[in-house]
């Protein structure tokens, strides 16, 4: 079992940047795949990016690529996504999630997922 906690969101213009942070407990940390997700009003949760398990690679939507870039920390349990040039269309609530499958390459749908936090909401002003 892990708990997630997520932080760092907030209101931001457009063309800023902001981080999120995901502090796991639990078990170790490194035993998991993590991920990003986010969820607009209205829209369906979405992959943003993500760690495969061991963190051998990472993976974005399309949508982020080249924006955010995602990130981890052992030794501090934690993992990051630091979004830059924000655009309105980036606002939602962001996830943090884990997943115990072991896989090579990066898992990037929701039920692949046995993890979540509770979200931290980013909204980017136009």
């Known amino acids: 079992q892990v708990q997630l906690v997520e932080s760092g969101g907030g209101l931001v213009q457009a063309g800023g940047s902001l981080r999120l942070s995901c502090a796991a407990s639990?078990?170790?940390?490194?035993?998991?795949?993590m991920g990003w997700f986010r969820q607009a009003p209205g829209k369906e949760r979405e992959f943003v990016a993500a760690?495969?398990?061991?963190?051998?690679?990472?993976d974005y939507a399309d949508s982020v690529k080249g924006r955010f870039t995602v990130s981890r920390d052992n030794a501090k349990n934690t993992v990051y996504l630091q979004m830059n040039s924000l655009k309105p269309e980036d606002t939602a609530v962001y996830y943090c999630?884990?997943?115990?499958?072991?896989?090579?390459?990066?898992?990037?749908?929701?039920?692949?997922?046995?993890?979540w936090g509770q979200g931290t909401q980013v909204t980017v002003s136009s």
């Open positions: 999630a884990a997943t115990s499958i072991v896989s090579p390459v990066v898992l990037s749908t929701i039920r692949q997922y046995n993890y």
């Open positions: 639990g078990r170790t940390f490194s035993d998991y795949g």
């Open positions: 760690f495969s398990w061991g963190a051998i690679t990472t």
